[in-house]
């Protein structure tokens, strides 16, 4: 999922979100301001999955997931699975990015699925 999963418009960069005319509001269940911060989240992929649990993860917030869009949403952003990167390139060392932003981009990428690699090597 990215941040135009819920709207036609392009966006890719946080600043793409802030200028859209109308924001998402998922049925009238999200203000502006969540409905804004959420689609933000959702313009970084690799760190999307724990800022989007992280959003939800207050009682308040987690009524919101009643909403047949806004649990399509949440869904759709956690079991992207994202690009694929073989297990046997990811393996060998010498191919890690090792600088930012990483001049390899095709490396930015997991074997198992954003999900898997996130419960593997988060803290």
């Known amino acids: ?12 960069t946080e600043d793409d979100v802030l200028l ?4 998402p509001d998922f049925g009238g269940t999200l203000g502006q301001r969540e409905a804004e911060l959420l689609m933000s989240m959702m ?9 989007v649990l992280a959003f939800f993860a207050n009682e308040e917030r987690m009524q919101y997931l009643r909403n047949a869009s806004v649990s399509d949403f949440f869904q759709a952003a956690l079991f992207e699975p994202g690009k694929h990167l073989p297990l046997s390139i990811m393996e ?8 930012a932003p990483a001049s390899k981009p095709e490396l930015l990428a997991c074997s198992h ?7 593997q090597h988060a803290p």
Do not use: Q
């Open 1 to 12: 999922a990215t941040a135009a999963y819920t709207t036609d418009a392009s966006l890719s």
């Open 113 to 119: 699925g954003l999900l898997l690699n996130e419960l």
């Open 43 to 51: 313009t970084v992929p690799y760190t999307r999955i724990p800022l």
């Open 92 to 99: 060998a060392a010498e191919l890690e990015p090792a600088d």
């Open 20 to 23: 859209l005319e109308t924001v």
